[in-house]
Each structure stands twice: as structure tokens, then as C-alpha cells.
């Protein structure tokens, strides 16, 4: 497995990645640490005529708490993410989702935004943008745009970003510090089964799924308990439109959005 | 800007275990291919190509990384470790290797460098892991031999040994 031929350009300033992305768009694709596009290049499921390399860009590496939000730049590698020593305490569903994110030896390449970028519907940070209401801050050579984790997200692997736009930046809210995250795989590190968020949200709590449908899902349920609580959750289980798969049946995963679901929204309102 | 042309090979060059290398590579030439078939160093060991079985570990400026995830063009000018740095000389293997001999932490050796490359690194950095530590390191690596538990172990006693706690020295005669 080798990539098929492309050009490659290490990227000295963000006006000339913008600059290529105008002119070479859906053709050119910006590497960061490379742990998903690099196996996609490698299968040849992705075959760009240039590679836009841009960790050596020091403006794009910093981390940044400003009125209440924390912006994670586009050259912030995950394992540095979760070494920030002010994680747990901004974001802690990140610092409890983040270790889930593959391996030390990936983390230790692989970029926040990149894994954003990527929108693999099992990946654990596409979850937690979706559940705290992350957003995707966009810029082509004319502007500069935030999408709401929502829209960002369209379908499998499938994003709002135009050809033309490099992801600059992710930024979430800081604060949520009522949360919960659990994760099944068959493996620590593989991709989730099922992966599930927890956040209080006012008198209730939001719960986000990974792993079944095509983008993370959240729903926003109102303090419930018992039967009506294993009603909701069975509701929304069934709304994920789960599939078999070779790793696991659509009821079996049905039943871990029940189960783990359950004990995360119990957890998140005790 | 300088763009390197898909069809040519371009000049690579970085420190290997502290030894300054330069070679050519097309611009889609991988570092395991770049190591193992320009340079000539196959003790990093080529498996999935997709980054899932650990095989190819290495580190990049002090950095775990992934050489088959790794354009040899990406890491021109920087500090490359692989498992060929690692015995103390040519006929004395370092404390983790001789532990892993001990402990017969190993059987084909096909995915060995890769871990040793991870346990190095993580051991520098963490030199007083749990069990519960290693068995979280090694997800990141296939082993379809041992079974893990010999590697373990290994990897306890070396720590062990770094720490100054342990000497088995002589237990490798």
C-alpha cells in the first residue's frame, strides 16, 4: 500500500495554504499529523494532486481561552491537548474523552482539529464538539466563518467545509463540569461501538452518541427517571438508525446506547 | 514557497540515532520505505502500512510516531530515533532489550521494534508505570506471539532497572 504520486508543499505561512487551497481546491488536501489522511492516502481512498503540510506553521499550534471559550488551533497535536494542564478543569468531558482518541502513539501526531476534520462518525472529538456545542472556525483567501458543530458535521466523513477552506481552528465553551463519557471497542484505542457523552444541560442533561449513525447525535432530554427514562432512551436508540456491522449487530448496539446511556445520565444528575 | 514535484526525488536529510543521513525520496515515499530501502536501516519494520499494528514506531523529535503514517519529506531536518540506537554497543543489547531477552518477551521479533521504540520513549518520560500504564502503551501494538504478558513484565523489570531499583546485570550471561 503506497499513496499514488502527489506535489508537496511544507507550508511556510497560512496565506499560502489559502493561496493553494483557491487555486487547487478539492485537488489539494492540508496534512496536519496525518493519522487519518495518511492511512486514507495510503489505501488510495484519497488521491490529491498536492499535500499541503502545515505543522511547521507556528501560529496555528497554540491553545487559547478567551470570553469563556477554548480555540484549539489546527497544529495542536491531541497528546499536547491533554497535557494542557488547565484541561480538566475547562473542559473536562475532553479530558475524559480524549485518552479514548487511539493510542499514545497516535495521539502523539495526530492533531484536535485533524480528527475534526476527519468526521469519522465513531471518532470521540467529532462527539464532544457536537455535544458541547462546539465550533469549526473556517477561513479561504477572502474570509473567515464559524460553523456550529451541527452543521459542520453532515454525514459520514462528510463535512461543511468548502474545497477552498482550511480548518483553522475548533473552539469549544469552557465550563459543563457535570459530564460523562463511556466508550465501548473491542480493543482500547479501536474505534467506538458505541461511544457516549453526558452534560447536564439546565434541569436536564444532553446525551451524545457516537458509533451508530452516520455524524455524533445528541439529544436533549429533560430529568427523567424510571420507566420514562428507559422510554426516552429506547426512543433515541431506535432514531440512531444503528446497522450491523462485522464488529457488532444494530440491536446490540441499540442496547449499549440504552445501557451505558442510562448509567451516564444517572451519573451526570447525582 | 517551494513545492516538490510528484515525479521527482528530493533531497532528504535529518540525524538517525545521532548520525546526520541525506537521501533522495519522491514526494509520496514513506519514512518506513525511506529507513528500511534508501538509508538501509530495516530494523524498523514495515506491517499494516495504516497505522493500526505498531510495527514501524519510531520517535521524531523525541515524538512517538508512526513511520508508515510519516512522509520521509515531512521530517527533513529532524531528530529520528529507531531501534537500531537503542543497545549500548554492538555487542551489548540496553536495559530494555536485555529484559525483554529475559523474559522471553519476544518470539518472531516481527512487531518487537516497534515496541521497544514505544516503551523507550514512554519510560523516559514516565519512569515509575503501573502495570495498568504498560498494558495501555502496548494497545497501540500487535503481538500475536506473546500474548503480552511476557512483555509486560519486561517492561516492569526494565523500568525497575532505569530507576535504580533493580539490577539484573548479571542474569544476562
Redesign the interface.
Known amino acids: ?12 505561512s497560512v496565506d ?1 495554504v489559502l493561496s493553494i487551497l483557491a487555486q487547487e481546491g478539492g485537488d489539494a488536501r492540508v ?1 496536519a499529523g ?2 487519518s489522511l ?2 486514507m ?3 488510495r481512498l484519497a488521491k490529491p ?3 499541503i ?1 502545515i ?1 511547521r506553521l507556528k501560529d496555528l499550534a497554540s491553545i487559547e481561552t478567551k470570553a469563556g471559550r477554548v480555540t484549539v488551533g489546527a497544529g495542536v ?1 491531541q ?1 499536547a491537548f491533554l497535557a494542557w494542564p488547565q484541561l480538566s478543569s475547562s473542559i473536562p468531558l475532553i479530558a475524559k474523552a480524549l485518552p479514548w482518541t ?5 495521539r ?2 495526530g492533531t484536535v482539529c485533524g480528527s475534526i476534520a476527519h468526521a469519522d462518525p465513531s471518532a470521540e472529538l467529532p462527539l464532544t464538539l457536537m455535544a458541547l456545542d462546539g465550533e469549526v472556525h473556517l477561513r479561504n483567501a477572502r474570509k473567515r466563518r464559524r460553523l456550529a458543530a451541527k452543521d459542520f458535521f453532515v454525514g459520514m466523513m462528510a463535512t461543511g467545509r468548502a474545497n477552498d477552506e482550511l480548518i483553522e481552528a475548533v473552539s469549544f465553551p469552557a465550563g459543563n463540569a457535570r459530564c460523562a463519557f463511556r466508550e465501548v471497542a473491542r ?3 479501536d474505534f467506538a461501538i458505541v461511544a457516549c457523552a453526558a452534560v447536564a444541560k439546565g434541569d436536564g442533561v444532553r446525551l451524545a452518541i457516537g458509533g451508530v449513525a452516520d455524524v455524533p447525535m445528541v439529544r436533549d432530554l429533560p430529568r427523567l427517571d424510571g420507566s420514562a427514562l428507559d422510554d426516552a432512551l429506547n426512543a433515541f436508540a431506535y432514531e440512531l438508525d444503528a446497522r450491523d456491522d462485522v464488529h457488532a449487530t444494530a440491536r446490540y448496539r441499540r442496547d449499549l446506547v440504552r445501557m451505558i446511556g442510562r448509567d451516564l445520565v444517572q451519573e451526570v444528575l447525582s | 514557497m517551494k513545492r516538490l514535484d510528484k515525479s521527482s526525488r528530493h533531497t532528504v536529510s535529518f540525524t538517525l540515532n545521532g548520525k546526520a543521513v541525506r537521501e533522495e525520496a519522491e514526494p509520496r515515499m514513506l519514512l518506513t520505505d525511506f529507513l528500511r530501502h534508501r538509508i538501509g536501516a530495516t530494523g524498523t519494520h514495515v506491517g499494516c502500512e495504516h497505522g493500526v499494528c505498531g510495527a514501524c514506531t519510531v520517535t521524531v523529535d523525541g515524538n512517538l510516531a508512526r513511520a508508515c503514517l510519516t512522509l520521509a519529506v515531512q521530517v527533513d531536518g529532524c531528530d529520528i530515533r529507531t531501534v537500531e540506537g537503542l543497545a549500548i554497543s554492538n555487542d551489548r543489547l540496553g536495559v530494555l532489550q536485555a529484559a525483554f531477552r529475559r523474559n522471553h518477551a519476544l518470539q518472531c521479533g516481527f512487531c518487537t521494534a516497534g515496541i521497544l521504540m514505544s516503551l523507550d520513549s514512554y519510560l523516559r518520560q514516565n519512569p515509575t508505570p503501573t502495570e495498568h500504564d504498560i498494558r495501555d502503551l502496548l494497545s497501540g501494538h500487535l503481538c500475536r506471539c506473546t500474548g503480552y504478558t511476557p512483555i509486560v513484565k519486561a517492561a516492569l523489570e526494565a523500568a525497575e532497572e532505569l530507576a535504580g531499583i533493580k539490577n539484573s546485570e548479571k542474569a544476562d550471561v
Open positions: 500500500m503506497k499513496p499514488a504520486p502527489f506535489d508537496f508543499v511544507r507550508a511556510e499560502e496534512i496525518g493519522q495518511m492511512a492516502l495510503n489505501m494532486k498536492v499535500l503540510d505543522m497535536r497528546a487511539g493510542h499514545v502513539q497516535t502523539s501526531r480493543r482500547h484505542g
